[in-house]
């Protein structure tokens, strides 16, 4: 089955700089790669997601790489800001419903 | 509603209880989903609901687990003879027409049997 790997487990930034998240997955059948941000005591929160057929996409700040042939993707965040403080998961699925999960990466943000 | 809601936030049992979870989608979403999160650990996919139906009930960890969405809407997660390891934050999420569209969870009840 699917096994997802995420790194780092935990990434400190100073605020105003980038941060890095990346991702590997291990089924070549996987077509939908989304990232989910998660806060102290609230359920994940989708902010963004690849599919296949894609290679990059930016959302303001907020940018996912995919590179099909390594088995990678990565989600970038520019300009941290204090508000990016959370727990940031990468997914992977064959069927958009079933995600398989990596362990998380908790992002800190110094002022 | 606004938002994914669960029920109760937070369940202390005893090991052995019958426990019941539940999740009131938000309105018109057709696909509902349950998932557990441990500490320190991603969400592990538990069942998914398109309408009435189970559509993939292959994450459910054994018979002690059972879920129904009599209505279509509000879902109810069961666990039978609980156990210490079913301690975890149980989340749902809902979706608008089924896996295409991303979906929103919920703030999860978190579990502890004691």
């Known amino acids: 089955g699917e096994n997802v790997e995420q790194h780092p487990s935990t990434l400190s930034v100073q605020e105003g700089d980038s941060a890095v998240i990346k991702c590997t997955y291990s089924d070549s059948a996987s077509n939908y790669f989304p990232w989910y941000k998660q806060e102290l005591g609230k359920g994940p929160q989708l902010i963004i997601d690849?599919?296949?057929n894609v290679g990059e996409k930016k959302d303001q700040r907020i940018a996912v790489t995919l590179n099909k042939t390594a088995k990678h993707f990565s989600l970038h965040i520019t300009e941290t800001q204090p508000e990016d403080s959370a727990v940031y998961f990468c997914?992977?699925?064959?069927?958009?419903?079933?995600?398989?999960w990596g362990a998380g990466t908790k992002l800190i943000i110094k002022p | 509603g606004a938002g994914v809601s669960q029920t109760p936030s937070n369940k202390v049992t005893e090991k052995g209880k019958y426990v019941e979870l539940r999740c009131d989608p938000i309105s018109g979403h057709t696909a509902l989903y349950w998932y557990r999160q441990s500490l320190g650990q991603g969400p592990e996919f538990l069942i998914y609901f398109q309408g009435t139906g189970a559509a993939d009930d292959s994450g459910l960890p054994n018979d002690r687990f059972f879920a129904v969405r009599p209505e279509g809407s509000v879902s109810t997660l069961k666990i039978q003879r609980t156990e210490r390891g079913d301690s975890a934050v149980y989340l749902c999420?809902?979706?608008?027409?089924?896996?295409?569209?991303?979906?929103?969870f919920g703030s999860g009840t978190r579990l502890t049997v004691v």
């Open positions: 999420a809902s979706s608008l027409t089924g896996p295409d569209v991303g979906y929103t």
């Open positions: 690849i599919r296949s």
């Open positions: 997914a992977a699925s064959k069927s958009n419903y079933q995600l398989i």
